[in-house]
Nanobody, 133 residues
Framework: QVHLVESGGGLVQPGGSLRLSCATS????????IGWFRQAPGKRREDAEG???????????YYADSVRGRFTMSRSNDKNTVYLQMNRLKPDDAAVYYC???????????????????????WGKGTLVNVSS
């Protein structure tokens, strides 16, 4: 059983920083795609925007244009935890942030430039980020 548990959200002032964590279990650490996605207020989770997405098959982390240079995705050495360091936060970054993953082969989970994605079969429950003064 695949489990993803996000933490680290909260209220931060514009220009501030947060680090989100995603604790993972129950899935292979190879041949997968994993990333961070956000659901803006009023939007459906199914329409969540890709923020950052890592493809195990090519070893590349893709970022949305809106966060490139401000956000950094990383993993723990044992690959059990995925992080999203968010700096210089803006009010537009406010959202519920989800961690999600899927098998690249044969299931077809895919990360694309700009952090576009499809095929993420497993999602956490999300963590809320508010950016406000």
């Amino acid at each position: 059983q695949v489990h993803l548990v996000e933490s680290g959200g909260g209220l931060v002032q514009p220009g501030g920083s947060l680090r989100l964590s995603c604790a993972t279990s129950g899935f292979t650490k190879d041949n997968y795609a994993i990333g961070w996605f956000r659901q803006a207020p009023g939007k459906r989770r199914e329409d969540a925007e890709g923020v950052s997405c890592f493809s195990d098959s090519d070893g590349i982390t893709y970022y949305a244009d809106s966060v490139r240079g401000r956000f950094t995705m990383s993993r723990s050495n044992d690959k059990n935890t995925v992080y999203l360091q968010m700096n210089r936060l803006k009010p537009d970054d406010a959202a519920v942030y989800y961690c999600a993953t899927g098998l690249e082969r044969p299931a077809g989970a895919t990360c694309l430039p700009g952090a576009y994605y499809y095929g993420m079969d497993y999602w956490g429950k999300g963590t809320l980020v508010n950016v406000s003064s």
